[in-house]
Structures are given as structure tokens and as C-alpha cells.
């Protein structure tokens, strides 16, 4: 389980490497119920071409995954890839079209805000610097 003291633990390491811990969460458009299948595949396929990148293995050591699934009747299912990665600097809009190209052009998300893509489908892509603190 990820845990607070395992956060703590893993950004003390990474400042002390130089490095800091973000969070990275990216996004594909909302697709039908009954379509999930195929929306994991291609969230599936899109991290695989992502992690291959030069522009990943330049900014990101390592790091953990949580998939997040909403649904709603009327908007259909909702798909999040939530990471915390250790890494360097990753400026958004470079974070974003690295997504878009490992989702083959699925969609764009540049500086937090959601664009339509050549095939209609929304990506996001957002970085952001995680301080670990205590919580009350």
C-alpha cells in the first residue's frame, strides 16, 4: 500500500538526488458504457508507447500507477491514469504532446485545459510537484 511515511520516504530520496516527486494524470475522452474494454486498451497502449519514449526516460526514474473509473448514464465511462513519479522537470505542454503522440493523436490537453483531437477523442495530460505534508 502507498502509504504517507513511503511519499515521505521517496521524495527525501529524490531530493537528495536531485530529483522531485510528481503527480501525472492523463486522461481519454469519456467513452460509452459497454465500450471500457476498449478504452483500457488504448489507455493501456498509449502508457506502453509513453514509457518508451526518450522524453519519459529522460524526465522519469520511476514511479506508481492507479487507474481511476468513474461512469455516469449520460457521459458513459471516464478513465484516469493517476502516477506519482520521481523524475525531472517535465514542462506540461511537452508532457501533453508526448502523450498525444503515444495515443497516436487521440486528443490534446495543453497547460491543464482539455482540446479536441483529430479523431474527437479529449486527452489531458497535467504535471504537477507533489510536497509531501502531513495531512489533519
Do not use: C, Y
Request: charged share 25%; proline share 1%; glycine share 12%.
Amino acid at each position: 500500500a502507498l502509504t504517507f511515511a513511503l511519499v515521505q520516504e521517496a521524495q527525501d530520496r529524490a531530493a537528495g538526488q536531485g530529483r522531485t516527486l510528481r503527480v501525472i494524470v492523463l486522461t481519454l475522452k469519456n467513452a460509452p458504457i459497454g465500450e471500457l474494454r476498449a478504452m483500457g486498451a488504448a489507455m493501456d497502449e498509449g502508457l506502453k508507447n509513453l514509457r518508451r519514449t526518450k522524453a519519459w526516460k529522460t524526465h522519469v526514474v520511476g514511479g506508481k500507477l492507479a487507474f481511476e473509473i468513474t461512469a455516469t448514464e449520460e457521459r458513459g465511462w471516464h478513465l484516469h491514469a493517476n502516477l506519482i513519479v520521481e523524475g525531472t522537470f517535465w514542462a506540461q505542454k511537452e508532457l501533453s504532446e508526448a502523450w498525444i503522440a503515444a495515443t497516436r493523436g487521440a486528443g490534446d490537453g495543453i497547460e491543464g485545459a482539455t482540446r479536441r483531437g483529430a479523431e474527437g477523442a479529449t486527452v489531458t495530460a497535467t504535471a504537477t510537484r507533489v510536497r509531501a505534508a502531513a495531512v489533519s
